[in-house]
Structures are given as C-alpha cells and as structure tokens.
C-alpha cells in the first residue's frame, strides 16, 4: 500500500453536521477538533521574535539549548532523569512522527503496529504506508508475534483513558518479549484530571518505575500543541533508546525532516516556563467543569477521560445520530467510528474551544435535559 491508496480523509464526512450546527441561532460551538484556541504565551513569542535571524540551515538533531531543554523538561516534569542529549529529537509537530515512524524504522509486509482500541488513527495510517499490518489491542496478551512496533497512548485520544505504571511495565515487558520497540505517545500528560492523576504526574513510559533505568527499545512521544498553544509552530520531540534516536535522526537528515530555528528556540524556552502550563491546565480544568456535567445531563455516559483535552462519551446510539442531535443544538463534536472499529457509539467532545461557546454548550445542553425531564 502507498500513499495514493490512504483513504479519504475522514473528517470531510463531518461537514453536513457542520452546516447544520452552524445554522444554530446562537452560532457554532466547534468541540470536534482539539485545535487550540487561547493565545500562545508571551515568553513563547518573544523567544521567536528574538530568533528570526535564521539565515543558516537549522539542525537536524535540534539546537544544543532545545535539546537539554528537553532533557531538562523530563526530568523535572516528567520524572525521568539522566537524559542527555543525545537521548532526545525534536521533531516536526508529533503526527509525522507517529504516521512516519514504522517507515523510518523499516518497517513493511509482514509486521505487524498495535495501537489502541480506541486510536489516534494515524496509528494505523503510518503501518497502511508501508504495507504493515495494524493491530488494534489493549492488551499485551493479545500482541502477535509479528509484532515489531507497539503505540500506547496516555492520557488517550479520544479516550482519556490513563496507563499507571503498572501497565506501562506490562506493555513494556510484552513488547521487549516481542523484540518490538514501544512508542509512548504522552502528548497530554500535563492535563490529567481524575484522582489520582489530579495529585500526581502521569507517568512516563521512559519513568525509571517502569524501565528499571533501562530504555532499550522504548521512546516517548510528546507535543507543546496543548499545554502550550504552539499547534501552528508544529512543535513536537522524542526520547529514549539512544540507539534508535541515532537512527532517526540519520534517516530524518536524509529526508530534511528539520525544524525551523526560531521554533526551536521558541521550543526552548516554553520548556523551560511552567508558569504558562500551570495557567493553561486551570482553564482547561474549568471548562472541563463546565461540560462534563451538562454533558451527563443530556442523557450522555463518559467513559474514560481520566485525562487529556476530551470527553469520551455516549448515549448509547450510533455515533452518527449522537452528531445529527448535538447538531441541531449548535454544537459538533467527533464521531466514534474515525477512533476505530470498537466505538461506534461514542462521540469526542473537546475541550478547545473558548469559556464563552463552553458556557453556550452547556446551556444548550442543561436546556436539553430540561425538557427530558
């Protein structure tokens, strides 16, 4: 399978709900996409527009201060120290790297990429490019033996659903059994909500309680498109096994897979600002607050969202109908079917979307329940 022979992408299917919320007398409450909408951080800025003499090509493997900054922001936010440089790889935004690693790692016809059940779905879009086979599964018991690359995703998208450390070992373990390497996608492990992930750090797959201080065949994932408004910088990196950041890093040299300079230095410095990511997590804090119980009110179930930028709900009909229904009140969400084949009666609510339209949804919705009652 090539490129040409992807499919269509699936949220043109959205646009007749689209339509017809935006007909909505009150307007449109887009919850579809966790695109973010609050302004990227002044230190942020500032660290770009300060960096905008980048007359030379930018590296590759990222700028000496991008990369202790990463190695810095693991070990202080994330639990994980001892990462050197050379341990870390800034990448451009996280979705090429996800739909581009089974290739970068030579991946093709008779290998085999599990991902979640409830998926990301350029999972199992990055194993279709090069004739592998996906695998959905959550768990490590049903892994196949063909299996040479493995995603976990926590908090999850769409899901929420957050792995402790307990099972990242067992994810780990079954994976190094495997000869696999273990992909760790943590993109929103600063947003967890649920006790105890309110209290304490999501942790990492690279956290030494899981890797015994041995990361061998395992890397991490993140994005700054969430805790730090930088979704238009495409602002993303890597870590772990020395070994295979090695050979990512020769193979993303050849493709010119690199970094703007002064996104890197932006990079930098909202990895080394937790001000901004404090005041970021307490607005989605509030708005999640705001939703999830007018949610619950219109007769809606949520499962998972232990964390991250969604609520991951149903009602207990085709996601489809979920759509036309929230629709006609002005608001649009995700349907179920684009995370897979095992949720089609879920629907993803996000987040991201300004305190005015959160307030407009909830009232549309306690409206809603109203009337039920």
Same mark, same amino acid.
């Given at each position: 399978?090539?490129?040409?022979?992807?499919?269509?992408?699936?949220?043109?299917?959205?646009?007749?709900?689209?339509?017809?919320?935006?007909?909505?007398?009150?307007?449109?409450?887009?919850?579809?996409?966790?695109?973010?909408?609050?302004?990227?951080?002044?230190?942020?800025?500032?660290?770009?527009?300060?960096?905008?003499?980048?007359?030379?090509?930018?590296?590759?493997?990222?700028?000496?201060?991008?990369?202790?900054?990463?190695?810095?922001?693991?070990?202080?936010?994330?639990?994980?120290?001892?990462?050197?440089?050379?341990?870390?790889?800034?990448?451009?935004?996280?979705? $090429?790297?996800?739909?581009?690693?089974?290739?970068?790692?030579?991946?093709?016809?008779?290998?085999?990429?599990?991902?979640?059940?409830?998926?990301?779905?350029?999972?199992?879009?990055?194993?279709?490019?090069?004739?592998?086979?996906?695998?959905?599964?959550?768990?490590?018991?049903?892994?196949?033996?063909?299996?040479?690359?493995?995603?976990?995703?926590?908090?999850?998208?769409?899901?929420?659903?957050?792995?402790?450390?307990?099972?990242?070992?067992?994810?780990?373990?079954?994976?190094?059994?495997?000869?696999?390497?273990?992909?760790?996608?943590?993109?929103?492990?600063?947003?967890?909500?649920?006790?105890?992930?309110?209290?304490?750090?999501?942790?990492?797959?690279?956290?030494?309680?899981?890797?015994?201080?041995?990361?061998?065949?395992?890397?991490?994932?993140?994005?700054?498109?969430?805790?730090?408004?930088?979704?238009?910088?495409?602002?993303?990196?890597?870590?772990?096994?020395?070994?295979?950041?090695?050979?990512?890093?020769?193979?993303?040299?050849?493709?010119?897979?690199?970094?703007?300079?002064?996104?890197?230095?932006?990079?930098?410095?909202?990895?080394?600002?937790?001000?901004?990511?404090?005041?970021?997590?307490?607005?989605?804090?509030?708005?999640?607050?705001?939703?999830?119980?007018?949610?619950?009110?219109?007769?809606?179930?949520?499962?998972?969202? $232990?964390?991250?930028?969604?609520?991951?709900?149903?009602?207990?009909?085709?996601?489809?109908?979920?759509?036309?229904?929230?629709?006609?009140?002005?608001?649009?969400?995700?349907?179920?079917?684009?995370?897979?084949?095992?949720?089609?009666?879920?629907?993803?609510?996000?987040?991201?979307?300004?305190?005015?339209?959160?307030?407009?949804?909830?009232?549309?919705?306690?409206?809603?329940?109203?009337?039920?009652?």
């Amino acid at each position: 399978m090539g490129v040409a022979d992807l499919a269509d992408y699936p949220w043109d299917a959205v646009a007749p709900y689209a339509a017809r919320a935006r007909s909505h007398p009150d307007g449109l409450v887009d919850l579809s996409i966790g695109s973010p909408v609050d302004p990227t951080p002044a230190v942020v800025a500032d660290a770009l527009r300060a960096a905008t003499d980048a007359h030379a090509y930018p590296q590759t493997m990222g700028t000496p201060a991008l990369r202790a900054a990463i190695a810095g922001w693991y070990a202080r936010r994330r639990g994980v120290p001892g990462l050197t440089p050379e341990d870390v790889l800034p990448t451009v935004g996280s979705k $090429e790297l996800v739909a581009l690693l089974p290739l970068l790692l030579g991946l093709g016809p008779g290998d085999v990429v599990v991902h979640p059940r409830a998926a990301y779905p350029t999972y199992e879009v990055g194993a279709r490019l090069v004739g592998a086979t996906p695998f959905a599964s959550d768990d490590p018991d049903e892994w196949p033996a063909a299996t040479r690359l493995v995603w976990v995703n926590s908090p999850g998208n769409p899901d929420g659903r957050i792995l402790d450390v307990d099972a990242l070992r067992a994810a780990t373990a079954r994976a190094r059994e495997l000869g696999a390497v273990l992909a760790s996608d943590e993109c929103y492990a600063e947003l967890g909500w649920d006790a105890p992930w309110d209290a304490e750090p999501v942790p990492s797959a690279l956290d030494p309680r899981v890797t015994d201080g041995d990361v061998r065949g395992i890397l991490s994932v993140y994005s700054l498109s969430k805790q730090s408004n930088l979704a238009g910088y495409r602002a993303a990196f890597l870590a772990g096994d020395p070994a295979i950041v090695a050979r990512l890093l020769t193979a993303r040299k050849h493709l010119g897979l690199m970094l703007p300079l002064p996104v890197q230095a932006a990079m930098a410095a909202a990895l080394d600002d937790d001000a901004h990511v404090a005041s970021q997590r307490e607005l989605y804090r509030r708005r999640r607050e705001v939703l999830r119980p007018a949610v619950e009110a219109a007769g809606f179930h949520i499962d998972g969202s $232990e964390g991250g930028l969604y609520l991951w709900a149903t009602e207990g009909r085709d996601a489809w109908e979920s759509l036309g229904r929230l629709a006609d009140l002005g608001i649009l969400a995700g349907p179920g079917h684009f995370y897979g084949t095992h949720f089609p009666q879920h629907v993803r609510l996000s987040l991201t979307a300004t305190d005015e339209r959160i307030a407009a949804a909830a009232d549309r919705l306690r409206a809603v329940s109203v009337l039920q009652d």
